[in-house]
């Protein structure tokens, strides 16, 4: 489990096709801190550390994994935001975020206001996939409110500090972000549906 605080980005630098899958070599300046088979958030995937070689570790995103996230679409030098898995005695900072993106999205617009940015990010409907005004959302593994919340789009709002040390400010009009839907809202609108069909009593 995650919370949606990214702890660092780290920089592509390989990417290799494994039959139907990709193995991504990524560097950070916490490769020393990582352990082979730990857990890390990739712009919101979970994905499973294979090997650590000095600055550098490998991960593998399988067919499933890239058909339902942005990762496929990485090349080397593309920045990526970073969260190992939370503590049981942490606190939790942002919301419960599980790595299992639901799908992508595409930035419409990015607004800047004052100091901070305004970023409009489009969807197509799927499921019990949906936001709510001033609910949580995941963008790229980065744990956000939602405003302006719409059936097929929302907004977010970002303050400098996310700006600067997430990948928010690589991202543009065109950019396919992962969006992972707050698990309590996807749980209730589930219900909801199965009370409204009759198979829940």
């Known amino acids: 489990m995650f919370s949606g605080i990214v702890e660092r980005m780290a920089t592509v630098v390989a990417v290799k096709e494994d039959r139907q899958n990709k193995v991504f070599t990524l560097k950070t300046d916490i490769a020393d801190e990582l352990k082979v088979d730990q857990s890390i958030a990739h712009n919101g995937v979970c994905l499973t550390v294979e090997s650590i070689d000095g600055d550098t570790y490998t991960v593998t995103a399988v067919?499933?994994?890239l058909i339902k996230s942005n990762l496929g679409l990485l090349k080397v030098g593309d920045r990526v935001n970073l969260e190992r898995?939370?503590?049981p005695d942490a606190l939790l900072d942002g919301h419960i975020v599980q790595g299992h993106v639901d799908q992508t999205a595409v930035c419409e617009k990015v607004e800047e206001?004052?100091?901070?940015y305004y970023y409009t990010f489009r969807y197509v409907p799927t499921g019990d996939n949906t936001t709510v005004e001033k609910g949580s959302?995941?963008?790229n593994g980065v744990s956000l409110t939602v405003v302006n919340s719409?059936?097929?789009?929302?907004?977010v709002a970002i303050v400098p500090y996310?700006?600067?040390h997430t990948n928010f400010h690589d991202i543009r009009q065109g950019t396919v972000v992962n969006?992972?839907?707050?698990?309590?809202?996807?749980y209730i609108a589930r219900l909801m549906k199965g009370y409204m069909n009759g198979s829940v009593r």
């Open 63 to 65: 067919l499933e994994t």
């Open 85 to 87: 898995s939370m503590r």
């Open 113 to 116: 206001a004052g100091g901070s």
């Open 137 to 139: 959302v995941a963008v």
């Open 150 to 155: 719409q059936r097929d789009s929302f907004q």
């Open 162 to 164: 996310t700006y600067e």
């Open 179 to 186: 969006i992972e839907f707050d698990i309590i809202g996807k």
